[in-house]
């Protein structure tokens, strides 16, 4: 496969993925219309500013140093094939996300993350496999491995605090033992 078919191929992918989950979240804003303004909780967790760095160093700066070194300024074609669909695709997470929460206030928001991420798996596997029979990128390959590691955990966490950011009551675990004991 050429340069240019694989780049319009992965344009295209995204392009369908963008306006197919676009439109899903526009469907079920409107379904969802008549919900109260959503906000997120307060006060944020302190671990949750650790890990926000974290996925802010290793999810953006680190790849975004690797494609402006490697694909930009030593003009390796390959590193922005893997790296140029993801930074769109994480912009265009960020966009909707600041969309819905700040511009809309909808509880749309939180669907937002459930959508992009498995995506962005599928993202970061399509470049490892890109990358793997390039054995001079094998150190790519490592980073991609690290990138899905990471973006794995963070769909995790979002899972975790779902009750949180909806507002469903958590018993206490003091409450928990109080009400198992009875």
């Known amino acids: 496969m050429t340069s240019f078919n694989i780049n319009f191929y992965l344009f295209i992918e995204n392009l369908v993925f963008f306006i197919i989950s676009t439109f899903f979240c526009v469907v079920v804003g409107w379904a969802w219309g008549n919900s109260k303004p ?3 909780p307060k006060p944020v967790p302190g671990w949750f500013k ?3 760095g974290t996925v802010q160093v290793v999810g953006v700066i680190v790849p975004l140093v690797v494609m402006l070194v490697w694909g930009v300024w030593l003009g390796d074609q390959r590193i922005l094939t893997v790296f140029i669909p993801y930074f769109v695709m994480l912009g265009l997470q960020i966009l909707a996300e600041i969309l819905t929460l700040r511009q809309f206030h909808t509880v749309v928001w939180v669907m937002i993350p459930y959508l992009y991420l498995p995506y962005r798996f599928w993202q970061l596997y399509e470049g490892w496999k890109f990358v793997s029979s390039q054995t001079d990128l094998a ?4 980073l991609l491995l690290v990138e899905l590691v990471l973006w794995i955990g963070n ?3 979002d899972v975790s605090q779902l009750p949180r950011l909806l ?3 958590v018993k206490e675990s003091s409450q928990i033992s109080r009400s198992r004991s009875h």
């Open 155 to 157: 769909y995790a966490l």
């Open 167 to 169: 507002g469903w009551y």
């Open 139 to 142: 150190w790519v390959q490592n």
């Open 38 to 40: 959503f906000s997120l």
């Open 50 to 52: 650790i890990w926000f």
